[in-house]
Nanobody
Framework: QLQLVESGGGLVQPGGSLRLSCAPS????????VGWFRQAPGKEREGVSL????????YYADSVKGRFTISRDNAKNTAYLQMNSLKPEDTAVYYC????????????????WGQGTQVTVSS
């Protein structure tokens, strides 16, 4: 079964950091763009960040720009989301997704999704 598995979520205090990982099962990420999305309680899922498979370009939502960094290590077949200066409003379930080289921050661009990992920012 082709799927993605996220890890690295948890409880962190405001101002803290977490690094989320996204690893595929049954395929390699090399030819896929990777997106990170999040869904907070009572809210719709929103796009957070994207790294393109075609040229490595990245995109960040305004709410995380300057605090989050997306990356990928094709040798390890893993993508990452480094989250610094976390705020309570970053609390959400975070999902990674894999899509084609022209994927954007629109959910239907993505073919594979993970089950999500909970990030809670609280003192």
């Amino acid at each position: 079964q082709l799927q993605l598995v996220e890890s690295g979520g948890g409880l962190v205090q405001p101002g803290g950091s977490l690094r989320l990982s996204c690893a595929p099962s049954g395929f390699t990420l090399d030819y896929y763009s990777v997106g990170w999305f999040r869904q907070a309680p009572g809210k719709e899922r929103e796009g957070v960040s994207l790294i393109s498979s075609s040229d490595g370009s990245t995109y960040y939502a305004d709410s995380v720009k300057g605090r989050f960094t997306i990356s990928r290590d094709n040798a390890k077949n893993t993508a990452y989301l480094q989250m610094n200066s976390l705020k309570p409003e970053d609390t959400a379930v975070y999902y990674c997704a894999a899509g084609g080289p022209k994927s954007t921050m629109i959910e239907y661009d993505y073919d594979y999704w993970g089950q999500g990992t909970q990030v809670t920012v609280s003192s």
